[in-house]
């Protein structure tokens, strides 16, 4: 029988199928955070269990971290006590815990390939809808909510119904100034929010097939913005040397072994899909968001479509312009900004920064724009330093924070005033997302950095 390559992963870790309802699915790795995981442990507490396999579990605080001055006492009392609950509850269970300080420390989706710990073909876990970053790995990874946190926890398997299969295919070759956040912010204006819904979505093609693992992994991060349970793509050499000699990938004999596998990850010729979408790369663009949810991107260089023009509610296209201030038929280029982010899971790596660097470089940030460089991780901090990255931001007239999730969230101090306009790498732009009244707009690496030098919505592909 002809499978895809979720079926094989899929099958491959079924412990047991229910007739007529879910599979009791065997976890590789579990990675927990300090938000949803406090009250899983309670539960265990409570019903006087242990973690099963604390060596499968890796604990790392992102979501609540300050992005300044992180070796003070953190000053928000919420924020304190997850974290501290978290550390303790790592400890108890014997669990590896990367705090506050940890060389290791980091955004979960960021750290977890950062040092081997998803690798192909694994099933990964996280009580963050994001998980599905790692699927660029040909991993099966998905967010679960806090009950199924502790279900992980105590039996290291979970009880899920199997999702249907969707492949979509790009080829062609990618324009001058168009990215992996691009390419994803497109695939969700084409799909809307709910186009893949009920289904994990294989990414296939040249496009991905050439972009760099960093940009695989921002495609993935991305597949639950158009409702999908998480997104793949095929291990290929690519994959395997960014993880080799990574601190807990195989070595030696193992890492022969677990290659013989890795080399069967690929869907079987004539195997069948739910569902197949099929675009070409040279039609997408630079692109950004003008409304209230991710699936609302256009080309930068067009105007907001009218409501006849759109899939839904009238009604609630006008809200979401309404609260935006922004009306249709309104062109993008030239609307003032006051704040640009760049960081969170989607685009907190070493490329993402290289390509803001790239834009800034010998230039000024505009006086009317604060903006916040908030790397994915300490090593990718490290990684910014080394090569020169941070000479460039502050020569622009930048400040580095330090890593954690910062304004992709608002869970921490870095909050987008109500009212003000960001410019936003990260993965939501949901009313109230980044701060209450906040108006984000979604866009790659490249627009952020052009909007941050100009002040305004502007094409990257005129500074580059």
């Known amino acids: 029988m002809k499978k895809t390559l979720f079926d094989k992963v899929w099958d491959s870790h079924i412990v047991k199928s229910i007739e007529e309802g879910p599979d009791v699915l065997f976890i590789d790795r579990h990675m927990v955070h300090e938000v949803t995981s406090p009250v899983a442990f309670l539960g265990l507490k409570n019903r006087g269990i242990s973690v099963l396999h604390p060596e499968k579990t890796f604990a790392t605080a992102d979501h609540n971290t300050p992005t300044l001055n992180q070796h003070l006492p953190v000053a928000d009392p919420l924020s304190r006590n997850q974290l501290k609950a978290l550390e303790e509850n790592a ?9 506050l300080g940890h060389q290791k420390n980091g955004i979960v989706h960021v750290v977890g390939p950062e040092y081997g710990i998803t690798q192909p073909g694994a099933t990964i876990v996280c009580g963050d809808s994001h998980t599905s970053t790692h699927g660029a790995f040909g991993a099966i ?42 390419v994803a912010l497109f695939i969700i204006s084409q799909l809307t929010t709910s186009g893949a819904t009920g289904y994990f979505v294989e990414y296939a093609g040249e496009v991905f097939r050439t972009l760099s693992m960093e940009g695989r992994m921002t495609v993935c991060n991305l597949s639950i913005e158009m409702g999908a349970r998480g997104g793949m793509i095929a291990p290929d050499e690519k994959t395997f040397a960014y993880i080799k000699d990574r601190e807990f990938t195989p070595k030696g004999s ?49 105007a907001i479509p009218k409501a006849e023009e759109i899939q839904g509610s009238a ?14 038929g309104e062109k993008m280029i030239g609307k003032p900004i006051d704040y640009v982010f760049i960081g969170s899971c989607t685009n907190g790596r070493i490329e993402d920064f290289r390509a803001f660097a790239q834009i800034v470089k010998g230039h000024k940030r505009a006086p009317n724009v604060t903006a916040w460089l908030v790397p994915g991780s300490h090593k990718v901090l ?4 080394e090569e020169g990255l941070l000479e460039i931001f502050e020569s622009a007239g930048f400040q580095l924070r330090e890593p954690g999730c910062s304004a992709c969230l608002a869970m921490n101090d870095d909050k ?27 866009a790659s690496p490249l627009v952020a950095a052009a909007a941050a030098i100009t002040g305004k919505i502007t094409d990257p592909r005129t500074l580059i």
């Open 254 to 302: 193992a890492w022969e072994k677990a290659m013989g596998y890795w080399n069967t990850l690929y869907t079987d010729e004539g195997a069948v899909f739910d569902k197949e979408f099929i675009f070409d790369g040279s039609e997408i663009d630079p692109m950004i968001t003008f409304g209230t949810n991710p699936g609302m991107g256009m080309s930068i260089t067009k």
């Open 141 to 182: 990874a998905f967010g679960i909510g806090t009950s199924e946190v502790e279900m992980v926890l105590a039996t290291q398997c979970i009880m899920q119904p199997k999702p249907k299969k969707m492949r979509i295919t790009i080829d062609g070759n990618l324009n001058h100034g168009v990215t992996p956040k691009d």
């Open 382 to 385: 490290n990684s910014i330093k």
């Open 315 to 328: 009604a609630t296209y006008a809200k979401s312009l309404e609260y935006m201030g922004y009306h249709e």
């Open 91 to 99: 400890k108890e269970h014997g669990i590896s815990y990367w705090g």
């Open 416 to 442: 987008i005033p109500a009212g003000k306009y960001a410019v936003s790498t990260s993965n939501r732009n949901f009313e109230g997302r980044q701060g209450p009244g906040a108006r984000t707009l979604l």
